[in-house]
């Protein structure tokens, strides 16, 4: 799966909602929604990044490696023609899943899947697009570390950055409390 197929894949379900739309991108998702919200600009609201990868025009999401940290990156099982990826079960309990309890940790295992290389390799070209924009910082988070959130979020500003005290995958470890957050920008947007 490419880059591209994400991006259109992001407008197809744009497209097919009636009315404009909120788009939450997480991590690598970042980047697809910046990209898709160029595409139909007209019909998006505001995009919401969620400890995203926010590369600059014409780099890649792979440049952030250096920013990661080494004892996540050592838990990246890679498959051997090197084209997938995915994460060893420590990596998912210790950088995905952190603070939460083992029994989540077990359900959200079968889940993960293999991702392709090939989206973080592509170069980004997004357009430009007049919806909000926001970034939802992690503060505990190991594998966007804060510190590379807030360069990328200085570097592709924000209209409104929130923080949550929680890890990677809030949608896991605090649920209730993002979903306030995104509550607050769906009022605002």
């Not at 990661?68 to 950088?95: E, K, N």
């Not at 959200?108 to 909000?132: G, H, I, M, R, W």
């Amino acid at each position: 799966m490419t880059f591209q197929d994400y991006v259109d894949r992001t407008i197809a379900a744009v497209q097919a909602h009636k009315g404009d739309s909120i788009l939450v991108g997480h991590s690598m998702g970042g980047a697809i929604i910046r990209q898709a919200a160029g595409v139909v600009p007209d019909r998006i609201r505001a995009v919401v990044s969620l400890a995203a990868l926010l590369p600059a025009r014409g780099a890649t999401m792979l440049g952030f490696v250096e920013g990661f940290d080494p004892d996540y990156v050592a838990q990246i099982v890679w498959a051997s023609d090197h084209r997938t990826a995915r994460l060893s079960r420590v990596g998912v309990s210790r950088f995905l899943c952190s603070g939460c309890p083992d029994s989540l940790v077990e359900s959200v295992l079968p889940l993960l899947k293999p991702e392709p290389v090939t989206p973080y390799e592509t170069p980004l070209f997004s357009q430009d697009s007049n919806a909000l924009r926001y970034y939802i910082e992690c503060l505990h988070d190991r594998i966007v570390p804060l510190g590379l959130q807030r360069t990328m979020h200085a570097d592709v500003p924000a209209d409104r950055v929130y923080a949550l005290d929680s890890g990677h995958a809030p949608f896991l470890s605090t649920p209730d409390e993002l979903a306030l957050v995104l509550q607050k920008i769906a009022a605002r947007s």
